[in-house]
Every structure is written in structure tokens, then in C-alpha cells.
């Protein structure tokens, strides 16, 4: 047992170790060559533009089904439908905006940018890369890194937006609670903070969701069963990864009064 | 030149190169030839670095580049090389224009306005035309190796390494693959490394022949004389027998 929990180990901090030389070169091609504009904008379009139903669709639905269940909860306890824009508005804007942005697009673009990149690895088109002289990291990772950092703090705006939309569709249609308290509560207890607090999150969650599925499509191996296996990892690494630095920048930030 | 000096590479516990020493002169056409598995592609992909060896050194024009580790050096070795892919590796989100003329932005400082013109002769020098627009996808694995080939002259290397050029063609395309390798070197003095299983081709374009074995060279010779040579294993190979000291079998 003691053998196998050591090999894990190993390999994974070897696998760490592999992915901070992948952000290290990143950072370095970074401050040392033109950046690859055309490539940048196609993938912010493909992560981002091509996102935007998705991301808002999941967060309308998110707001509804918060708004139905605080406000029975408080119907329960209190006799009345209380403070749901505000329980909407909090939990949208701190945790699930982000997080469940970030859940969508790792699922979407961030298992398509892994089976690209491992296609590519697979095929030789990496090494196709190398001899004509530009490099995977300059060529593919910076570009991703930039779409993915670029796009998802933008879909999250919008899937906070969405999100308190739906809440507001379930809170005035059917909680029967005035569209004027709705909005009220939002405005009076949501504030700048809760926002930077949700930004910080998303701008972290894209940056890591980028540096995990590209560093699994570059170290792919063994054909297309290969490729499969390294999306599959590449989206369960990433998902987990974000719940588990959810917690821990929830605590940081909150202990830095943001 | 090119001058190999024991070289050496594993992958993890597997030795495929165990020791080459090879020399490969400028403007001269090198076939290696091989069983499947003697590291020739292993070879070639050391000469380029797009593999490290674990030892031993690979002197061009007289400078060891086993060791380059900055992007600026290798950039610069890499400026005079070209690689063809076995199976051309053409980039499958670009189109067929697109993926000739990838090179010319990073190797050369061709302006962009030209890339059109330089696809488009590319094409024609392997015989294909009009193709500029289709994905790669789109081609059959005939056309992807001559679109790579034609990504590869567009920079203009001094030594191409070709992995296996005419596998997979029909033989009159080969024929003309072959007759391309040896235009590139009477007309520019291309240096050519071709990789290959096909003996008829070896021995028409060959000036120097090599026989890998074991990751080892077991004969480096000019073509006439490695024609007519009595080492077995080579004998052996170029009669293409099941009897003899290479013993190949099938795995059940």
C-alpha cells in the first residue's frame, strides 16, 4: 500500500512539476515574442462567443431553482418569501457564478482544446511545430491561457446577470414577492466587493482550467484511445481542482476582507 | 556536414539507438534503411532535436547541437532543416495554403503578401494544384504527404530528413518523390536524409546507403559499393529473405 500511495505521489508531483515548467515557459515566451493574435482571438471566440448560451442557460436555471427554494424555506420559517434577491444575488455572485461557469467551460472548451492539443501530439503535429520553428507553448498554450482568462470572467458576469434574472422570473411570477423588493434587495446588500470576490475566483479557476487541459493534451500518449483518456482526466482534474481552490480562496479572500 | 559520434538514446528502460557513428556529407543524398524498430526515425528526430539523446554527439558543420537548450539556438538549427512526417502531420485547423506556407513566418522573413504565390508554386513543384483552399481532411494520404513536402521545400531548408517519402504513394508518385529528392540536390544542393523500406527507390536516389540495426549502423558505404556487399545482415536485407541473421518474427 505504502508503495502504491508513493508512487501516486510521485507521479503527481511530478505532474505538478511538469505543468509549472509548462506556466513557466508560457511566461517566458510571453515576454519574449509577438503573441499570436489570430490564434488568441480564434480561441477566445471558441471559448467564450460559442459559450454564452451555455453559461446563461445553466445560471438562469440556477436562479430559478435558488429563488423556489429559499423563498418555501422562508415562507417556511418566517411566513414569508424574505431577502430572496439577496440570497440569490450572494450566492450567484460569490460561488455559483463563477464556479459553475467555470464547471461549463472546463466541460466545453477545455475538454476540446485537450483532445485538439492530444490529437496533435498523436499525430506529429507538435513536432511539425517544433520544426518549423515556433513552439506548442507559444503556438497553442498562451493562446488558450489568454481565451480562457479573457472569456470566463466575462461569462460569468453574464451568468450572474442571467442567473438573478431567473431568480427575478420565479421571485415576482410565482413567489408572488414585488419586482420592486426583488431588485431592492440585490441593490442594498450586494456589494463591489462580492463582485471583485467572484472576479478573483473566475479569473483563477480559467487560468487553471487552461494550464490543466493543456498540459494533459500536450503529454498525451498512445493514439486516440490516448486522447480520450487524457480529455476525460483533463475535465475531472479540472472540476475537482476547482472545488477544492473554491474552499481555499473563499477562505483567503474572505480573510483579506474581500 | 553532419557527423554523428555515438549516439545514444533510451526510452526508459528500452535502448534504440546503442551507439551510431555516421557521417553525412553535404549536397549528397543518405538512405537509411532498416527493419522496423532499429531507431531510423529515432535517428532523424535526434538530428533535428525534436528528441534529446541521452549521449554522444550530432556535429553540424563542425558544431555540437546535442547540448543547445535555448529556443534561439534551436530556431536557428532548425532554419536550415526540414522534416517530412511519415504521415505529413499537416496541421488539420489550417487550410492546405495555410499549412505550405506556416513555416515562412517563423523561419523566413518572406513578406505576407507572397505566401499565396509561394503556396501555390509549392503545390505545383509536387504536382498539385488548386488545393490552396481544402482542409487537409479533405485529401487523400497521398496528397496530405505531398502538401507536407511542399510545406517543407517552402522554407527552403539546406538538409531535409525525409521519414519514409514514398510509403503509402502509388509508384509513379513515388517515382516522382524520388525524382523531386534528386532535383532539390542537383539544383540547390539539398542535402537529403530519406528514411525508407523501398529498395527500388533507395538504390536510384542514393549516393550513400546505411543499414541500421540494432540501433547500430552495420554498414555505411556509397551506393555501389553497399550494393554489392557481402555483409549478411545487408545482403539480407536488400534480398528482402526471412533467412538470415535479422530474425524478424510475427507476435501471436
Partial sequence: MFKELGRFLIAFFNQ???????????????????????????????VGVDSVAVATLTSLFTGMVLALQAGVTMRDILSEPLYIGTIVGFSLVRELG???????IAGRAGAAGTAEIGT?????????????????????????????VIAIPVLTLFANVSGMFGGYLVSVHSLGVSSFVYIDDIKTFIKVGDLMHGFIKSIIFAFMIAVVCCYKGLNTRGGAEGVGKATTAAVVISMVLILVMDYFLTAILQAVGI | MIQIKNLQKNFGRKHVLTGVDLTIKDGEVTTIIGGSGTGKSTLIKCIIRLIEPNDGQILVDGKDITHIKSALELAQLRRNFGYLFQEGALFDSLSVGENVTFGLKYLTDTPKNKYAAIAKDMLALVGLKDIEKLRPSELSGGMKKRVALARVLATGPKVILYDEPTSGLDPI??????????????????????????????????????????????????????????????????????????KMTITK
Fill in chain 2, 173 to 246: 508518385m513515388s517515382e516522382i518523390i524520388d525524382e523531386l529528392i534528386l532535383d532539390l540536390k542537383k539544383k540547390l544542393g539539398v542535402t537529403s536524409v530519406v528514411i525508407t523500406h523501398d529498395m527500388k527507390s533507395a538504390f536510384e536516389i542514393s549516393d550513400a546507403m546505411v543499414m541500421l540495426h540494432e540501433g547500430k549502423v552495420k554498414l555505411a558505404a556509397p551506393r555501389e559499393e553497399f550494393k554489392k556487399s557481402k555483409n549478411p545482415y545487408v545482403k539480407q536485407f536488400i534480398e528482402g529473405s526471412s533467412q538470415g541473421p535479422i
Fill in chain 1, 120 to 148: 496533435m501530439k498523436v499525430t506529429e503535429q507538435i513536432d511539425a511545430l517544433h520544426t518549423l520553428g515556433t513552439d506548442p507553448i507559444r503556438y497553442l498554450v498562451i493562446p488558450r491561457i489568454a481565451a480562457f
Fill in chain 1, 98 to 104: 463563477p464556479v459553475l461557469t467555470a464547471f461549463v
Fill in chain 1, 16 to 46: 505538478l512539476g511538469q505543468a509549472s515548467g509548462m506556466v513557466r515557459s508560457a511566461a517566458v515566451w510571453l515576454f519574449k515574442g509577438p503573441v499570436e493574435v489570430r490564434q488568441t482571438m480564434l480561441q477566445t471566440t471558441r
